[in-house]
């Protein structure tokens, strides 16, 4: 605490006075400058650096320190100022029998050997898995009801209270299972996925919110993932 006067009056302050001097211009903003708080650049710089990576010399940082900064695939808005923005990914969508990609549906025609034996279609043998080990008639059942995969489908439905307590447990490990066994043995298919790099994968039904995206296009689409899932084994 200093003690000083000021026209004539007793002043205590926590800033030492300041000194007397010369009226002008010169001697007023000298004044001032001696008043202002000193804060080193070095203080603020990391703060605003972590709050605002953009503007914190992103293009001069490599493909590795983006990523590790979890800002791979962005880009900056006009003179780096802008917040990023993700690049579009490409989307690969599949559902329909007119879709390029039909194939990537487990209704497509490619019969699967599974266990020595020969199943129409995938979809023939994830819905015959759903009563293996348990109910082995069912399962042949499934596997041999039509060529058609609905056929199928819809007995599995049909004999719900048979399926495996678990299945909703394994089920996509067991959708992962079918998928490995019928593009390994599809020369064609699984050339045809490789093709698609790093697309995401669709599968664009709106019936189906689990393994396609539902109606409201939000649904888990658990096929295109899983699909997604081979193709990186697969590369």
Not at 112 to 136: A, C, G, I, N, W
Not at 208 to 227: H, I, S, T
Request: proline share 9%; with cysteine; hydrophobic share 35%.
């Amino acid at each position: 605490m200093h003690h000083h006067i000021e026209d004539g009056r007793s002043v205590f302050t926590d800033f030492p006075p300041s000194p007397t001097l010369k009226d002008g211009p010169s001697g007023i903003d000298m004044r001032i400058r001696s008043m202002r708080p000193v804060v080193p650049s070095q203080a603020i710089e990391p703060k605003l650096a972590a709050e605002v990576p953009w503007r914190s010399s992103v293009h001069h940082r490599s493909n590795a320190d983006m990523v590790a900064l979890g800002m791979s695939n962005v880009a900056p808005g006009p003179h780096g100022r802008d917040p990023p923005r993700a690049w579009t990914r490409t989307r690969v969508l599949f559902y329909h029998k007119t879709d390029p990609h039909y194939g990537f549906t487990n209704f497509s025609p490619h019969p699967v050997y599974y266990d020595k034996k020969r199943y129409p279609t995938s979809e023939h043998l994830f819905q015959s898995l759903k009563f293996q080990p348990h109910r082995p008639r069912l399962a042949e059942h499934i596997r041999t009801c039509s060529e058609r995969p609905s056929v199928a489908f819809s007995e599995a439905r049909r004999f719900q209270p048979e399926v495996r307590s678990d299945w909703k447990d394994v089920n996509i490990q067991m959708m992962d299972l079918v998928l490995w066994y019928k593009f390994m043995q599809h020369e064609s298919l699984k050339k045809e996925l490789l093709a698609t790099d790093d697309a995401e994968l669709v599968e664009d039904s709106d019936k189906d919110a689990f393994w396609g995206v539902g109606a409201d296009r939000r649904g888990r689409n658990e096929l295109g993932k899983a699909l997604e899932r081979l193709r990186t084994k697969l590369k």
